[in-house]
């Protein structure tokens, strides 16, 4: 029987682009993550960069728009040597008309050896893996509602570096869950690493009850949710998903689901807090606990470009 | 001399006394992973050197990254002092093309302007590619360039060496 193969691997399971958490071995998040703690301690040099990528041309492909991630891309490639071409597609030729494929055909003419994909589209990343030339590496920085892989990677590596071990914690992820690409790729990655419990919290409409097939325990109830948590996951409340039919009101949100040091009093004492960011002070998080010992959110930024020169390095360093 | 001739021990004695007269005063060791990290930590104890010796890996700098990659490994540099103006005394158990140990001077140099840089290595092996020398070398052996032969430590911190 013809199997299909995992796009992001090569003939020797070595990964030659990251496109998703999911179908990862644990071995190749393991090696991603040890990794990014060699590039931590780049910080500390006084050379605040290694030559890994010298000669290589990253494109920063952003077709949504994404200030914070395609930033940290740009910052992770240019302390790995490469040169870094940012293109605001939405202003460009796409606005012209110009197919997806035909623009990736004219960058790649440009001699590109990296791209970093933003797209509205789920797939998108993975439709330019496979008509891209055989030395090229695709990084998803975001695909629709599907996956965000280096977030849900830069979010393990803030969990293993606080918590150290993944087989005994519980870990709970508050929000729009069913919307957001983050908590996808942070179940995947939580389940590839072994987390035994895995709680998605927040109300029926943001969190509906069929994920439960992806392995987690649905909790439509906030204290139920982050009772006895070690590590809590905030999602940011997307501003387009209010006033509908699936939220009445931010103020509403964040007296049910909103997370406050009285909430947080329920984890563990020793729990993180964690968010993606961009946060809404006072609707997902209020300022007390975003701004508290227990948070590390701005950990988060730090550990998230050595987690993309980690991922980058790596990819760029098999060939396909 | 022959490859049965390699006692990792009775050299170790030659590298410290090679080292002792290597090192200038205020200076410092810098082992390379895995191997010349273990030798420079016996020898800073040996020496009576205050603090740790520094732990340096070319990895970052290798010239062969687009061919093999990054490998998963414990390789992280570690120096516990500053570089500026300090002397240096690198050591290895083999030298033998000189790649690592151009990498390696150029992670150093991430760190600050060294003083000076010396090498000094149990076994020279020959077969260098880049124009560098050992400034101490306990033994030099010609081996075919089939052969892998490096430092290996057992559990009581006694050395061998490994042919394969």
Redesign the interface.
């Not at chain 2, 998963?72 to 540099?77: C, D, I, L, N, R």
């Not at chain 2, 140099?109 to 600050?112: E, P, S, T």
């Given at each position: 029987m013809f199997v299909r193969r995992n796009p992001q691997l090569n003939r020797n399971d070595e990964l030659i682009h990251l496109l998703s958490i999911e179908g990862l071995p644990a071995s190749i998040v393991h090696h991603i993550l040890d990794t990014a703690g060699t590039f931590l301690s780049v910080n500390d040099r006084e050379v605040k960069k290694v030559p890994l990528l010298r000669g290589k041309s990253v494109f920063n492909l952003f077709f949504e728009n994404s200030t914070r991630t395609r930033t940290t891309f740009e910052i992770a490639a240019k302390r790995l040597s490469a040169d870094v071409i940012n293109l605001d597609i939405a202003r460009s030729s796409t606005a012209k008309g110009e197919s997806l494929l035909d623009t990736i055909a004219n960058l790649s003419a440009m001699h590109a050896d990296m791209f970093v994909v933003r797209h509205s589209e789920s797939g998108a990343p993975y439709l330019i893996a496979r008509h891209c030339a055989p030395h090229v590496h695709v990084v998803n920085a975001g695909d629709g509602g599907h996956s965000h892989p280096t977030q849900g990677l830069l979010d393990m590596y803030t969990i293993r570096h606080y918590k150290r071990d993944f087989h005994e914690l519980t870990v709970a992820i508050v929000g729009d869950i069913v919307h957001s690409r983050v908590a996808r790729s942070d179940i995947h990655a939580l389940t590839t690493l072994g987390v035994p419990e895995i709680r998605a919290v927040g109300p029926k409409t943001l969190v509906p009850g069929d994920l439960k097939e992806m392995g987690v325990r649905v909790c439509h109830d906030m204290a139920e949710g982050i009772r006895g948590a070690d590590v809590i996951i905030m999602l940011r409340l997307q501003n387009e998903r209010m006033g509908g039919a699936m939220l009445p009101s931010a103020g509403e949100f964040f007296k049910t689901f909103g997370l406050t040091a009285e909430k947080l009093a329920l984890a563990r004492p020793d729990a993180i807090v964690m968010h993606p960011g961009p946060i809404n002070r006072g609707v997902e998080i209020d300022s007390s606990v975003a701004d508290g010992k227990q948070s590390v959110i701005l950990p988060q930024v730090t550990f998230g470009i050595a987690v993309r020169m980690a991922v980058m390095s790596i990819i760029a360093g098999n060939s396909a | 001399m022959s490859i049965a001739g390699l006692e990792a021990e009775s050299l170790y004695a030659g590298l410290l006394a090679g080292v002792r007269g290597l090192l200038k005063p205020g200076g410092a060791l810098v082992g390379i992973w895995s191997g010349g990290a273990w030798l420079a930590e016996r020898l800073q104890r040996d020496l009576g050197l205050p603090g740790e010796a520094g732990v340096i890996s070319s990895?970052?700098?290798r010239d062969d990254?687009?061919r093999?990659?990054?490998s998963?490994?414990?390789?992280?540099?570690k120096l516990p002092f500053e570089?500026?103006g300090r002397h240096i005394v690198l050591v290895d158990d083999v030298l033998y093309t000189g790649r690592t140990i151009r990498a390696v001077v150029?992670e150093l140099?991430?760190?600050?302007r060294p003083a000076s840089v010396r090498l000094a290595v149990l076994v020279d092996r020959g077969g260098r590619e880049l124009p560098i020398e050992a400034a101490c070398a306990v033994v030099k052996v010609e081996l075919p360039a089939s052969q892998r032969l490096s430092l290996a430590r057992d559990s009581a911190g006694r050395f061998s060496f490994e042919i394969r």
């Open positions: - | 990895t970052l700098h990254f687009s093999r990659g990054l998963a490994g414990a390789e992280v540099t570089i500026e150029n140099y991430d760190f600050g």
